[in-house]
């Protein structure tokens, strides 16, 4: 099966996608940006919340991860996008944002949920899969990026041939992200809210505006893009609407999967509105809203 | 996470379930996390989970108005779903993508002696 054609950045298109990064540099470029990226854990400033924690010493911040992450799931799935699947998903537990309706939150959320797995081990499972007809190897979390040198080790460990996914919330910084260029052949990004008063009462999270815009511009410069969206009851004004606005006016390029499947789980009591699955009404009017910005939606 | 647009029929066990974790429908009580994969897995795909991680079972949610919510959907859990409703435009094409990977035995991880919290069996692996 071959990934289906779209305006992607020189190097990334979807077609060539087995061979968009130069397979021995990506190797190299990790190595050599290992001792940066765990020298950032001494004082966590991976994601904006910019702790400080020495994770190193085992201090926890927000996320409460500290240097080695632990893996809640490793397995082929194919719930993902049709042009990522069969995918090798490997699941990093810990989270920076606090989502209510997290549907692993008791994993995602618990950065001592799974099992410390090295990274030889993983891509030597990645390979068996890959080999059983997985077409890509996507990491997850949690939030992957919190992990940045686990990251790093994962990617020189895995087979130079294979196309790597990171899925990621996209509450990260520059430097972070810079770490992470030209290892990942797509980067699947959410875009959750639509604006920080939503992002604030549904995640905990502060200026997730200008972080997750500032993730998708860069993600969309430097790999193949898919951003996604997950629609939720009551929220399709004043969320999806202004997303949908948003990726139209700056990313017209990027693939955009909308999530209609909203689960009314974890601690979503706490938020009326979301205790509800989707309506049809929401559904179809969401769909208008994507076609009244141009988006090009992926199943 | 998807809707599958299907008023649901009894699912049957598929032939081909794990020894050491029957289907006995876990992916249909209620709980947080992502399926092992194990039952009726044709292609020798999935790496699973084990009691080793008894928080990670995989869920559907059944709605009053018969539509099926699913997550961490692995290729045993689309043969599940598959017989609820064969003609479900959402799991049609991923079926295939299941159903079209070669059959390839996993391998199970190695113990690393420096790292006591690595199993020698990994609760990552497929026997």
Known sequence: MSMPSVACPPGHEPGASATAVDRPDRRTLAAARLTRARAALAACDLCPRRCGANRLAGERGFCGAVARPRVHLAQVEVGDELELIPTFAVALSGCNLRCVFCITGAQSWNPDAGTVVEPAALAGQAEAALAGGARTITILGGEPTIHVPFLLELVAAMPPQATLVLKTNGYGRAAGRRLLDGLFDVWCVDYKFGNDACAWRLAGVPDYTAEVRASLRHAARHAQLIVRHLLMPGHVDCCWRPVAAWLGAHLPDAKVSLKTGFWPGWQVPHCPELRQPLTPNEVARAHALAAKSALKLVA | ?127
Do not use: Y
């Open chain 2, 1 to 127: 996470m998807k809707v599958l647009n299907t008023r649901p029929r009894a699912a049957r066990r598929p032939e081909a379930a794990h020894p050491d974790r029957p289907l006995a429908c876990p992916a249909f009580t209620s709980s947080q996390g992502a399926m092992p994969a194990t039952a009726g897995d044709p292609n020798g795909m999935a790496t699973s989970q084990t009691a080793e991680s008894p928080d990670l079972i995989a869920e559907v949610l059944i709605l009053p108005d018969g539509q099926v919510l699913a997550h961490n959907v692995t290729p045993a859990f689309t043969a599940l779903l598959h017989q609820v409703n064969p003609r479900d435009p959402w799991l049609m094409p991923r079926r295939i993508a299941a159903t079209s990977a070669r059959s390839r035995p996993q391998q199970a991880l190695a113990r690393d002696p420096t790292n006591p919290d690595c199993p020698s069996s990994s609760p990552l692996s497929r026997p």
